[in-house]
C-alpha cells in the first residue's frame, strides 16, 4: 500500500534502503564517538518532539547522537486508518540496521544505544523488539512516551504487572528493569521503588493521556483502569458507559495534544522527559536542583 501525501497516493518508502543511508550518516558524523546514540522513530508526519531531544542533549552536556527515520508525512491517525504497520516496520529497520553497525565497534567504545518514541513512534519503536528480554539484551535502555494502547509490548507488560500494581501505574518485577513515569514526583516518582539494573526502560504516560487509553474495545467492555482509583490528573468521578466511553475516549485522544493542554497533561510530556532520560542513561553530575530547572527550561523548547 502506499503512502498519502497531497491527496494522491505515492510508492511506499524503501525502508531498508533509508536505514542503509542513515547509517551512513552516522559514520560520515562520526556518531559513534558520543556517550549516547537515540533511534527514533517519528510520528506518522516525521514529527520529533523537540523537549525529548532538548532533555537528552542537556544531560549529557551535547555528547550525544539523534537519528530518526521518517517513514510517512500523514498526520498519525492518518497512518494510523491507511497503515499501522508503516510505522512497525520503520522502527524494525532503523534499530536493524544501526544496531548491526554499532555490534562491529569495540564493546569498549560503543555508545549507549536508546531507542524513543512517542505516541505512534513509540508503537513503531517498540515493534523492534519481541520481548522485554529482547529488549534487554539488544539496547542500552528506552524511553517510550505516550504508547498508544494497541502497542504489543507494554500491553504485555502491563498485563504481567506485580499484583497489587494498577493499570495506571504498573509495577513490574519490583521495578528492576522497566518503570512507568505517570507523574514527576510522589510516591510514584522514578526513584521510589528504590535500585535498578541496566539497561533500564521507562515508559511515560500520563492517566489522562486518551492516546495511551483508547482501543476498540473500550466501546464494549471497561479496561482495568476504569475500576481502579483515578490517576491525579483524571476527573475522580469518571465511569465506565457501554459505546459512551468508548466515544468519550476517542476524542480525548483526538485532541490530546491540542494547543491549550498544559505540560504534564493528555499527550503532552514535556518536563517529564527530564525524569525519564536521567533514569535510563544515568548521566553525571544532577542534583535535584538542576534537573528542576532544566523541566522548566524544556518548558519553552517549541515542540
Known amino acids: ?39 527514533v522513530t517519528p510520528t506518522g508526519s516525521g514529527w520529533v518532539d523537540g523537549p525529548a531531544v ?19 508525512v500523514n498526520p498519525s491517525w492518518v ?10 516496520r520503520a522502527g524494525r529497520a ?12 569495540p564493546p569498549d567504545s560503543r555508545p549507549l544505544l536508546v531507542p524513543f518514541g512517542l ?32 502497542t504489543p509490548l507494554v500491553t504485555e507488560l502491563t498485563a504481567r504487572r506485580d499484583a497489587g500494581s494498577t493499570q495506571i501505574h504498573p509495577v513490574l518485577d519490583g521495578g528492576r528493569h522497566v518503570r512507568f513515569a505517570t507523574r514527576n514526583g510522589g510516591p510514584q516518582h522514578l526513584d521510589a521503588l528504590g535500585p535498578a539494573g541496566s539497561p533500564r526502560v521507562v515508559y511515560v504516560q500520563h492517566p489522562s493521556d486518551g492516546v495511551a487509553r483508547w482501543w476498540w474495545p473500550e466501546l464494549w467492555r471497561p479496561d482495568d483502569w476504569l475500576r481502579e482509583p483515578v490517576g491525579q490528573d483524571v476527573l475522580p468521578r469518571l465511569q465506565w458507559w457501554p459505546v459512551i466511553t468508548g466515544v468519550q475516549l476517542f476524542l480525548d485522544m ?50
Open 254 to 303: 483526538m485532541v490530546s495534544d491540542s494547543d491549550g493542554i498544559p505540560a504534564g497533561y493528555g499527550h503532552h510530556y514535556c518536563g517529564a522527559y527530564v525524569d525519564a532520560w536521567r533514569w535510563v542513561t544515568q548521566p553525571d553530575g544532577w542534583d535535584e536542583s538542576r534537573l528542576a530547572a532544566l523541566r522548566a527550561r524544556l518548558a519553552d523548547v517549541p515542540r
Open 119 to 150: 505516541s505512534l513512534g513509540a508503537y513503531g519503536s517498540q515493534a523492534a523488539f519481541g520481548s522485554l528480554e529482547d529488549v534487554l539484551s539488544r539496547a542500552g535502555g528506552a524511553v517510550w512516551a505516550g504508547s498508544p494502547r494497541f
Open 54 to 72: 532538548a532533555a537528552v542533549e542537556y544531560l549529557h552536556g551535547g555528547r550525544t547522537a539523534v537519528a530518526a527515520l521518517q517513514y510517512s
Open 1 to 39: 500500500m502506499g503512502v498519502t501525501t497531497h491527496g494522491k497516493l505515492v510508492d511506499p518508502p524503501d525502508l531498508d534502503a533509508m536505514a542503509a543511508r542513515l547509517v551512513a550518516e552516522l559514520d560520515r558524523t562520526r556518531a559513534w564517538e558520543r556517550d549516547v546514540l537515540v533511534l
Open 79 to 88: 497512518q494510523l486508518a491507511l497503515e499501522l504497520d508503516l510505522p512497525a
Open 94 to 105: 532503523l534499530f536493524e540496521a544501526v544496531h548491526a553497525r554499532w555490534r562491529q565497534l
